[in-house]
């Protein structure tokens, strides 16, 4: 595989030595090793932490550093580009032994390394029932009929013909904490909440669609259904989908990642995951919701009483701070900026409480625009740590005056049965050497 | 899916909807919903709750000027897609199946991830039981939770088997529909499940649902200062030592937990 790393580098500069700058190299390497020697470094033996403590050693001020003394690789030595290879533990993971199968399973972003409010395309968290399809553009349709005047049977070609539109929205898997009902079991950011991610979506609004097949009065749902092996389906109220969706070809500036559902998908603002049905390739009007497998035996919310809340498709209030965090631990005191995300499947984030001790003091946090509706939003904190045990909580607020809750108060009302929609305060636990540990409090 | 049945056609599916507020196409299904369809499939505190969460929308279909992208799909190309079934029947096929034959297809189908008699294996999803859902951690089956037999048939005509999904025929199905109520103890034996049976099943968690969000269920305030007591801030759970937690650096960890 190439990865671009020091594979790569080596055969530039095997290349240049063929070139004319091949002598000019050769002295610069022998006066590099001279230098160091004379300044009494030894070179490290051959080894992973030995390089780089010699890069360091001779790349620091007043060095001039190898890499300013070669010429870098040309264009469209990646065509497609990449992370640099230095970045190697920002990746999508997995927790082996929650699922049967890696086909029909989660895999969580690492929010711990997310700057800003989007999540670039391959680090988006995936969430497959039948598993990841691959679907040629030129064969794929979305058929739309049912309750409507005019059925339609679209190629992808004719779908982007449609006036489109460009928003940047959230998505989370309504399951994200789901694992941290009955007590913190899970010592990392990433697993805690990394099912949840953040893009612009490119597509046509669904109500075009609809406005051009003709909805027939007593039309209340549609059914979205997709194209992978489970014809994973969910039932949606027709003003939803008049509202808001969006039916999304493109993802961050470019064509959707088959594992968001390349060529099309359902966008579905700030609703829970799986009702932005992926690879859709059928919507259907209706007069009732169809009860699938996914709104009755899955995706329904088991309450103390034996009773389940069906049809909670909505996302409630919810912030989490992303540093510090397990992955990201303090480095002695001093002043640091916590960060973290907000969002809220209502509108928008008005505004982030931060406490520094396990909710008895609140003091408000500054949002870093843009504060979009039903998108993640930034905010920072700045604290002076005196390296004392700290419990470190945010509480996000939106527009419709929803206060973030407590697990606490989440466990009174729902029991722990629920598995979906936890959208409680996360605590940090900071112990005084800086280690970040999950917890939960009374 | 090319042996799905036609269920519905877009000439007289307008008409009906228009009489009787219900898109029934042929008279099988329209059968199946006698007298009011809505009445039937949820009884009226249903239809009330489904009324308030899809509530009616005024459509503006006074559009003149479309775009006229695309094409209209042919009654066999909406035939071959629509596969879904809802509640009072509506959309499943000619064919039928039996428990014991069921047993047959289960066994060869099903079984390694089910266990033969739906006690599920290894994390596969568990069928049959009648644990109490009141309980800490109740399996979740089609007897003790699923509220309709309709939506068996569907989503194993849908999704499964999980490896070869669409590879059944309906009499298949519907056998294997079948034979998992019979383990949960819903239906006889002698039990034979086709399109007119399957909507009068009475799941035992028919009414376990409540189709109107209830949130926001919780209240809590914007306080600033002094908001609980010091004294009562006590961690009651911690992840720390528990062996549960993939590594967040390096390779993909394959761990599970000692």
Not at chain 1, 89 to 94: A, K, L, P
Not at chain 1, 242 to 261: F, H, K, S, T, Y
Not at chain 1, 307 to 317: C, D, E, G, Q, V
Request: aromatic residues 8%; charged residues 20%; proline residues 8%.
């Amino acid at each position: 595989m190439d990865d671009g790393g020091p594979k790569g580098e080596v055969r530039l500069v095997a290349h240049l030595s063929r070139s004319e700058s091949a002598g000019r190299m050769g002295r610069r390497a022998v006066l590099r090793q001279g230098a160091a020697l004379a300044s009494g470094l030894v070179l490290a033996p051959v080894s992973v932490s030995g390089a780089r403590a010699a890069a360091s050693a001779t790349s620091s001020p007043p060095a001039d550093p190898e890499w300013s003394q070669e010429i870098g690789a040309g264009v469209v030595d990646r065509p497609y580009g990449k992370p640099s290879h230095f970045v190697k533990d920002v990746i999508r993971r997995n927790v082996p032994w929650l699922t049967a199968t890696p086909q029909s399973s989660v895999s969580f972003t690492p929010l711990q390394h997310q700057g800003g409010i989007i999540t670039t395309n391959g680090l988006f968290f995936e969430r497959y029932h039948s598993g990841r399809i691959s679907v040629d553009p030129a064969q794929h349709r979305l058929m739309i009929h049912g309750l409507v005047e005019r059925p339609l049977l679209l190629t992808m070609e004719d779908l982007q013909r449609f006036p489109s539109v460009s928003r940047i929205h959230f998505i989370e898997c309504p399951a994200n904490g789901g694992m941290e009902w009955r007590a913190a079991q899970l010592n990392s950011l990433q697993f805690t909440h990394g099912m949840i991610s953040c893009a612009e979506w490119t597509g046509v609004k669904l109500s075009t669609l609809l406005e051009e097949v003709g909805v027939k009065k007593n039309a209340r749902w549609v059914l979205a259904e997709g194209a992978d092996g489970a014809h994973m389906d969910r039932s949606l109220p027709l003003e939803k989908c008049l509202d808001d969706c969006i039916v999304a070809w493109g993802q961050n500036g470019e064509a959707l990642r088959p594992e968001q559902g390349f060529p099309v998908r359902l966008i579905v603002p700030g609703w829970q995951g799986n009702v932005n049905i992926k690879w859709l390739r059928r919507l259907e009007l209706g007069t009732q919701p169809w009860f699938t497998r996914e709104e009755t035996s899955k995706y329904t919310e088991l309450m103390p009483d034996g009773k389940a809340r069906a049809f909670t498709w909505l996302i409630y209030a919810k912030s989490v701070i992303t540093f510090p965090c397990p992955e990201m631990p303090m480095k002695g005191p001093g002043l640091y900026e916590i960060r973290g995300f907000a969002w809220s499947g209502k509108g928008r984030i008005t505004h982030v409480d931060v406490s520094t001790d396990g909710g008895v003091n609140w003091k408000r946090a500054r949002l870093q625009e843009p504060v979009l509706p039903k998108a993640m939003t930034r905010f920072t904190f700045e604290w002076r740590w005196d390296g004392k045990p700290a419990l470190l909580q945010s509480r996000a607020v939106d527009e419709t005056g929803f206060v973030q809750p407590t697990i606490a108060e989440l466990r009174q009302v729902r029991g722990v049965n629920g598995i979906y929609n936890n959208n409680s305060i996360q605590t940090w636990q900071v112990k005084a050497d800086g280690s970040v540990f999950d917890v939960q409090l009374a | 899916m090319s042996n799905s049945p036609k269920r519905w056609t877009i000439a007289i599916a307008p008409a009906l909807a228009f009489l009787c507020g219900f898109p029934f196409a042929d008279g099988r299904a329209a059968e199946a919903a006698k007298p009011s369809p809505a009445a039937q499939s949820f009884g009226m505190s249903k239809a009330a709750q489904l009324a308030k969460i899809a509530p009616a929308v005024k459509v503006d279909n006074s559009k003149v000027d479309y775009f006229g992208y695309g094409t209209t799909p042919t009654k066999a190309q909406i035939a071959g897609w629509a596969i879904d079934v809802l509640p009072n029947g509506r959309g499943l096929p000619p064919g039928s199946g039996t428990v014991s034959h069921g047993a047959d297809v289960f066994s060869t189908n099903c079984a390694a991830c089910h266990g033969t008699f739906g006690e599920g294996e290894d994390r596969y999803p568990k069928l049959a039981g009648t644990s109490r859902l009141t309980v800490n951690q109740p399996s979740k089956t089609v007897g003790n939770y699923w509220p309709y037999a309709t939506t068996l048939w569907d989503y194993i005509n849908r999704a499964m088997p999980f490896p070869s999904p669409h590879s059944l025929q309906p009499d298949d199905v519907y056998a294997i529909t079948a034979y998992i109520l019979n383990l949960n103890n819903i239906v006889p034996d002698s039990f034979v499940a086709n399109s007119r049976t399957l909507p009068k099943v009475k799941m035992p968690n028919r009414n376990g649902f409540i189709l109107v969000d209830p949130r926001p269920d919780t209240s809590n305030r914007e306080c600033m200062s002094q908001c609980i007591k010091l004294a009562d801030v006590k961690i009651t759970s911690t992840a720390e030592g528990k062996q549960l937690t993939p590594k967040t650096t390096g390779p993909l960890d394959t761990m599970q937990p000692k």
